[in-house]
């Protein structure tokens, strides 16, 4: 492959059409995507394009996406965001001072956790932001002079890298969930942080990379079923969730089915929706693996199966993670978009707004779907214009 083909999708996607014996006119029949991107995409002028069109073009080219997208990676977090967090990010960098206030506890840290946890389960970030960079130097302290503090640090560090990512603050992310790595009690605890770098990989557009690393842990937790604790079960059913959500992004949805019947049956042992204390981020079960089989249908641009399978799947009095939850929602409102049902949508997106707005708004797959309503209808009304406001929609 030459300098130039590898160096941008446009290369690539021209190389793989012309083997496949297509012309662009029928490459964007075949995938769906517009003949003007594909030429704009080939000829260099768009360097990148979002990864549910790449996904597109991968199965009309029959190739994986990363193929495709070998060197992609998603756009972090805006200006206003990096400006927010820097205290916390600085707090991760930089050691407490010392002085003379009183050194914290291993008691009082903890507690300060159970306490902030709430907040990182209904993406109160603005508060969050402001109590994580004392809470971080406390829990380093701590290492300092007792190994006991370990694993309270690590559990901080796994709900600080969590809330990175979902800022999309993604090479800070990174850098925790190394952290956290190393501050793991167990192999259980380890791969609750590897399911997390899982999901952020995804974030990032890194789906080969997301794929190979949750299935190699997924492997290396197995459990035998016949003796299985929920804890095992949570932490192998999610490894086996971010391979599928890997898998079927990168086109390859034999591995994605195979992952998630892996998926049901170690939820269908767990019997029911199970969440250790204080630890949302473990929930897991069969509810958490009907949602996610929503958003696979979702990427495999299946909008009807997404609306029958949301039917059917009992949300109301639901506790997993809020972002869980609101995910399916955006696959729902996103398949109502394809439906042409743009005031269920709408409907859909406002009931998300009202639940979690500082998570909606840095959900690009939520501002891609309102961009898709607001260009299709000839007027706006208060309620669009609200959430092309909250979601950052450019005037």
Known sequence: MTEETSSHIGGRLREIRKRRGLTQQGLASASGVSLSLVRKLEQGERPDTRLETARRLAVALRVPTSRLIADRHEEGADPQTVDRWAAVREALLTPAPSGPDEPPTLDGVRDAIKAAVPLFASDQFAELSTILPALLRDADALVEVSSAARRVRGRLLQLTGWLLTQTRQFDAAEAVMERAMDDAADRLDAAATVSTQCWLLLRRGSVADARELAI?????????????????????????????????????PGEADDTLRLAKSAAVATGQEWTPAGDFLRTFGPVTVAL????????????????????SIPTQGLRPSSNNLNRHRLDVANARVRQRQYAEAVEVLNAVRQAAPQWLAHQRYARDIVERIVTRRRTLTGEIRELADTVGLPI
């Open 292 to 311: 996610k089989q929503a958003e696979t249908a979702m990427i495999a641009d299946r909008p009807d199966q997404v609306l029958r399978l949301a039917a």
């Open 216 to 252: 190699q842990w997924a492997d290396e937790v197995e459990p035998r079923m016949s003796r299985a604790t929920p804890e095992d079960l949570s932490a192998w059913g999610w490894l086996l969730l971010r391979a599928s959500a890997a898998s079927i992004r990168d086109n390859r």
